[in-house]
């Protein structure tokens, strides 16, 4: 089963309007990232939070962590076309071994100009 | 110009043949890995390596095979053993394994077995 669970699955805005999805996770975590796809490209790494921290900020992109509630969520200030992508959270588990990431289903996100 | 590249972009092959996806990175990352991204769906993580010669399964390994024989090649085999080999495969490197890194992705191979 997914870690991080998405939502909305889907999202249309208008350019200039701020879009806001949510992530949502199952297990304790050290770290939480967020990654933008472009359609049928690779992932780009967005923003890392860590489990000690509640909010951070790079550019038009807002994180929130709320460790209590497993949950996450991911703001886009003044939306632009060129934010048209699907995003996706990734969360490291605190117990299981091994060294990995698991994503959720993603947020696809339309930015109508 | 630093990056992950992935070779070739689009793959046919027909069912019950195996195929190679190449995945070479020049980042002097770690760790490599692969995951397969089905149509409107998330990732999911088939192998994983943190060090070179060493490799551990991930969540969807059957039916798929891997090396790590030098540290800036990864590649992946999907075995006729696949039931559903369909789908777009993208690799990804970081400096070191674990959720603190973030992970550097390449453009993808999507593969279609008829």
């Known amino acids: 089963s997914q870690q991080g669970e998405e939502d909305p699955q889907a999202l249309s805005i208008q350019e200039g309007e701020n879009a806001t999805m949510n992530c949502s996770y199952k297990?304790?975590?050290?770290?939480l990232q967020w990654y933008r796809q472009n359609s049928g490209r690779g992932l780009v790494h967005l923003i890392l939070i860590r489990s000690n921290e509640r909010e951070k900020h790079s550019g038009r992109l807002r994180v929130t962590l709320d460790t209590s509630k497993k949950s996450s969520s991911l703001l886009i200030t003044a939306s632009r076309a060129a934010d048209t992508a699907s995003y996706f959270c990734a969360t490291d588990d605190f117990k299981a071994a091994g060294n990995k990431l698991t994503f959720g289903g993603g947020t696809r996100v339309l930015v109508k100009p | 110009d630093g990056g992950i590249t992935q070779s070739p972009k689009y793959l046919f092959r027909k069912e019950g043949q195996n195929v190679t996806l190449s995945c070479e990175q020049n980042?002097?990352?770690?760790?490599m890995y692969w995951y397969r991204q089905d149509p409107g769906q998330g990732l999911r993580l088939i192998y994983y390596s943190q060090i070179v010669n060493d490799f551990q399964k991930g969540d969807i390994a059957e039916g798929y095979s891997v090396s790590r024989e030098k540290k800036e090649s990864f590649p992946l085999t999907v075995t006729s053993a696949q039931k559903n080999p369909t789908a777009f495969y993208l690799c990804a490197s970081s400096i070191q394994a674990g959720g603190y890194y973030e992970q550097y992705f390449g453009p993808g191979t999507r593969l279609t077995v008829t």
């Open positions: 980042l002097n990352h770690d760790a």
């Open positions: 297990t304790s975590i050290n770290n």
